[in-house]
Antibody, heavy 119, light 107 residues
Framework: QVTLKESGPALVKPTQTLTLTCTVS??????????VSWIRQPPGGALEWLTR???????FYTTSLRTRLTTSKDTSKNQVVLTMTNMDPADTATYYC???????????WGQGTLVTASS | EIVLTQSPVTLSLSPGERATLSCRAS??????LAWYQQKPGQAPRLIIY???NRATGIPARFSGSGSGTDFTLSISSLEPEDFAVYHC?????????FGGGTKVEIK
């Protein structure tokens, strides 16, 4: 059974760095073909894809946030980490991690974690 | 970046009626489009991939069509559990992008 679960702070101050962790089960991050993306959704808003991290450590980032995002993994812990620097109130959103299949569709999602950027 | 425009923003229908949702791409994406269903407080769920293929476990009342720039998600006869927000997503070019969503609400 494939599951993903996000964890991290619910509140960050503007200018701070956000670090979120996605813990996966039911598949291995080191298995060929394994890919995990981060996607966010502001309250009442649209989904926005942020990054994808592959089993071989290939990484892909959305253009507009490229300079602020970093993704990495710890295969021994089955975890994928997202960091976003210089947080702004506009970054307030629910952040999801999702398994990404070979066709770049998202077939399993975590429950999401709401992050509020506010002083 | 490929922009996906969904219409209408809100669709008000009664159970048993047919729903037709539209997703238009700013440039041709062949059939590289998926649809997701999202209920309040839940993560999205993949329902259609490659424009017309139902994902595992998705009922036959859901169907997708289209190619190039114009795509449609149809729900043949709305069940109470189908009232939700639907999002389209393209995988043709980086970055991966989503549409703004269509809310299907009970009339």
């Amino acid at each position: 059974q494939v599951t993903l679960k996000e964890s991290g702070p619910a509140l960050v101050k503007p200018t701070q760095t956000l670090t979120l962790t996605c813990t996966v089960s039911g598949f291995s991050l080191s298995t060929r073909g394994s890919r995990v993306s981060w996607i966010r959704q502001p309250p009442g808003g649209a989904l926005e894809w942020l990054t994808r991290l592959d089993w071989n450590d290939d990484k892909f980032y959305t253009t507009s946030l490229r300079t602020r995002l970093t993704t990495s993994k710890d295969t021994s812990k089955n975890q994928v980490v997202l960091t976003m620097t210089n947080m702004d109130p506009a970054d307030t959103a629910t952040y999801y991690c999702a398994r990404t299949n070979g066709d770049n569709y998202f077939d399993y999602w975590g429950q999401g974690t709401l992050v509020t950027a506010s002083s | 970046e490929i922009v996906l425009t969904q219409s209408p923003v809100t669709l008000s229908l009664s159970p048993g009626e047919r729903a037709t949702l539209s997703c238009r791409a700013s440039q041709s994406i062949s059939n590289s489009l998926a649809w997701y269903q999202q209920k309040p407080g839940q993560a999205p769920r993949l329902i259609i991939y490659d424009a017309s293929n139902r994902a595992t476990g998705i009922p036959a009342r859901f169907s997708g069509s289209g190619s190039g720039t114009d795509f449609t998600l149809s729900i043949s006869s709305l069940e109470p559990e189908d009232f939700a927000v639907y999002h389209c997503q393209q995988r043709s070019k980086w970055p991966l992008t989503f549409g703004g969503g269509t809310k299907v609400e009970i009339k």
